[in-house]
């Protein structure tokens, strides 16, 4: 049977598929023009994969077996006024915004690589050519647009097989297919984590032989591929192929470096790769804001550099002060934002401790003020962080942390309820300060303020203008200052 399969030979579930999908009017369009113009088109790639795995999708790859560009002008005219193009003409690719969809629309191409260039040698090709220059076989099918052929499935390579046994595969030799763009390594693991599929064994093979050629790719496009990763369903599984094969400690040295379980006097620690691989499983079920599932992923990041052994076992100490430190360096190098978001990443990080050790004592009123207080808004987050944190295989350890923290949540609602120490400003300004003892901004006057807002947190005085005023009044006193009334 010839690898260009009919529709009719191919099985129901694509016949079904193709039916649904040719229905948006945009292919009739593609259609009419392909047979104007007299020219072989084709709807290719992730288009056809997303919708075959049910998940329709808005981004529609076009491919022409001539010029692209031309071919979405053409298109273009046709529905004026209701598109918007845009061409690139470095690319050779044109896109059309219609509707709710975006179509990608190029000219076939077959490309070759020389081994001492990252740049290929890109010519015009045919379908066949296009599709052998694709990264996974689920990724080269195609569906025919021209009239005469309409809606006859194109798939050389097996993608549709691939696809029901849920294998990752490239179309021609691994070596090649990675080593002419090393993110596909990535996108591999990307896309297994992401579909829940697995990499085939010689695939897996060749990623692991050349996991070092990763350094040659840019860092915004491996973030953008790990990020993906980092917000599939169950993102420890890419973390884990990215260990197996090799490329983790390029890419994250610093996670590389949680790895392993020390033993001295007989007495091991936990290994924070897999504990830090837990958490962030635990923590995405129960949230995708990508920051927080960072904040999982850095949470015990200065463990390794903190690490200290003693006749009591394995310490830590200090490893959330130097986490949040070390957080700007690996965002800088990942070109993750250095802006708000990072801050917020270096706070959960710092604090992550706190809950657990409030939550092992007795929950002091003054003792959530100051959580509070210090984590402001993201106090919810840091909850679910540390509640993700509980990875202990002992089902007696996890309740009782688990009611514990019950205990801080509900402490936290009403010490905030009962003093709004959340975003807490002081009730009494710096400039009333200097106003009332009549004194130039220095640096008592910080002194003061911070006395007022201890004593606030420290539950002496209540949070309102009135008990800060007078609390003032006698620190000033205190510190030698004249108060006139
Ligand atoms: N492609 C490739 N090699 C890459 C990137 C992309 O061969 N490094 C091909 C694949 O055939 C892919 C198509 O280009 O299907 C479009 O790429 P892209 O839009 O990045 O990915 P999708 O497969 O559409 O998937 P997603 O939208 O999830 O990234």
Known sequence: MSTYVNLSYCNTKVVVFVKEFLKHPVFNIISEIASLEKLQVYVIGGFVRDALLGRPSKDIDVVVVGNGITFAEKINNHIKGKSKLSIFKNFGTAMIKFQDLELEIVGARKESYRSNSRKPIVEDGTLQDDQNRRDFT??????????????????????????????????LDPEVTFSDDPLRMMRAIRFATQLKFKIDVISMEAISSQCDRIKIISKERIVDELNKIIMAEKPSVGFKLLDKTGLLKFIFPEMDKLKGVEILGGKGHKDNFLHTLKVLDNISKHTNDIWL???????????????????????????DALGEKMVPGIFRRLKLPLNQKMKFVQKMVLLHLRPIVLAQDVVTDSAVRRLLNEAGDDVESLMTLCEADITSKNDEKVKKYLANFK????????????????????????????????????KIVGDIKNSIKEAILDGKIQNNYEEAFQFMIEEGRRLGLNYNK
């Open 407 to 442: 205990i801080v949540r509900q402490k936290l609602k009403e010490v905030e309820e009962k003093d709004a120490v959340r975003n807490f400003q002081p009730p009494v300004s710096g400039e009333l300060i200097i106003e009332t003892f009549n004194i130039p901004p220095s």
């Open 138 to 171: 689920i990724n080269t099918m195609a569906i025919n647009l021209h009239p005469d052929a309409y809606g006859d499935f194109v798939d050389p390579f097996g993608g549709i097989t691939d696809l029901e046994r849920k294998i990752i595969r490239t179309p």
């Open 293 to 319: 599932r960072w904040a999982a992923i850095l949470h015990d990041i200065g463990k390794p550099d903190t690490k200290r052994f003693s006749e009591a076992g394995w310490t830590f100490h200090g490893h």
